[in-house]
């Protein structure tokens, strides 16, 4: 027989399947101090979670799913740009109400990769889709139009069987009659278990989409151990922060060819947070196009990212930055595996 591996909640079920977090982000007093607004309750409220879902989340590129997954959990733990391809790896971010944890797993946008990068991103959806979820959500625009990816993961949820719910984001573009054809042109393509018109910007339908994907939820489990917000380390969302930077502040391939490296991250006695962080890029000209004219476009990415930092860590944050080339880093494998872009 096969054994469990240990249970981080005290004997609850734990499947193989399942993820198995060893580290992770912890909640902080008043870190959910903006549910109420969402219609979910601050988690001071909560009681023992008793009920779990594990949730993906799929759509095409730039759908607002890594927004959604954020204001579900009630704290940032997925970055967001306005630019497609930001998120590339399976990040999870748990959403409690009571005694239900929901478990969401934010994914890359599907997309036609051209990249062996892309192609690990590709297979991060396709792998969440397959794997043993209690339900998938696609995001979609409200756009009575099923593009080719919609329709590609369509066909993906149809065989994977699990409950499936449509989630129409970016109601806040359009005007309340405009989503009736939207919603009638995807109910013909699948049987929804639900359809939820939310605005994550906003936080609209947020409690509604919560009510529905609760019905998935089962008593047998529990994935993530209560309190916790997200499996990623606070060394991986500082480099992921560094990345939104690069990605808001420059334009075109530049910030798609980066990848980012922690190289210290020391908490010093006077409490500063003392970090090192390495920029890769792939080209020599992108490298004088992150630093900018006098260093002032890795000055201003620093900036930024350190206020997040600080706010991330409630400590002040001293942030140390390099660039550094690493010719076609997206199309190596073996520099994908330094860069964790691996199974
Ligand atoms: N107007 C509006 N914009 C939104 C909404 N939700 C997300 N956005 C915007 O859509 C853009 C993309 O959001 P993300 O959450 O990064 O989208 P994503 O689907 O995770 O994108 P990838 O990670 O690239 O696949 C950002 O500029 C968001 O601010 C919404 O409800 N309304
Ligand atoms: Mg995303």
Redesign the pocket.
């Known amino acids: 027989m096969e054994s469990k591996p240990p249970s981080a909640s005290g004997g609850h079920l734990w499947p193989w399947s399942r993820p198995t977090p060893a580290v992770g982000i912890t909640a902080r007093p008043g870190m959910f101090a903006g549910n109420r607004k969402m219609g979910l309750p601050a988690r001071e409220d909560k009681n023992m979670i008793k009920r779990t879902a594990l949730v993906t989340v799929v759509?095409?590129?730039?759908?607002?799913?890594?927004?959604?997954v954020n204001a579900m959990v009630g704290e940032k733990v997925?970055?967001?740009?306005?630019?497609?391809?930001?998120?590339r790896n399976r990040i999870f971010g748990v959403a409690e109400r009571g005694e239900t944890q929901l478990v969401f797993a934010?994914t890359?946008?599907f997309h036609r990769a051209r990249t062996k990068l892309g192609d690990y991103m590709v297979h991060v959806v396709e792998e969440s889709v397959e794997d043993d979820v209690d339900a998938i959500c696609l995001?979609v625009e409200p756009k009575a139009n099923i593009g080719r990816q919609e329709e590609g993961l369509i066909q993906r949820i149809k065989a994977s069987k699990a409950p499936a719910v449509l989630v129409i984001?970016?109601?806040?573009?359009v005007e309340k009659p405009e989503l009736l054809p939207v919603i009638a042109l995807y109910a013909k393509a699948l049987d929804w278990a639900a359809v939820v018109p939310?605005?994550?910007?906003?936080g609209q339908g947020m409690g509604e989409l919560f009510d529905e994907l609760e019905k998935f939820a089962k008593e047998d489990q529990q994935l993530f151990p209560e309190d916790m917000v997200t499996d990623q380390t606070t060394r991986q969302m500082c480099a992921e922060i560094i990345r939104e930077k690069l990605l808001l502040n420059l334009q075109s391939e530049v910030p798609h060819g980066t990848a980012v490296e922690i190289t210290t991250f020391t908490e010093r006695e006077d409490g500063v947070t003392e970090i090192t962080a390495t920029i890769y890029c792939e080209r020599e000209s992108h490298k004088g196009i992150i630093i900018g004219k006098n260093g002032e476009m890795l000055k201003a990415v620093g900036e930024a990212a350190r206020r997040d930092m600080e706010k991330l860590l409630e400590t002040k944050v001293y942030l140390n930055t390099w660039v550094k080339v690493k010719e076609n880093w997206r199309d190596s494998g073996a520099n994908l595996r330094t860069f964790g872009y691996t199974e």
């Open positions: 759509g095409r590129p730039n759908v607002g799913k890594s927004t959604l997925s970055i967001v740009t306005p630019k497609p391809q930001t998120t934010d890359p946008g995001v984001n970016k109601i806040d573009t939310v605005s994550a910007r906003r």
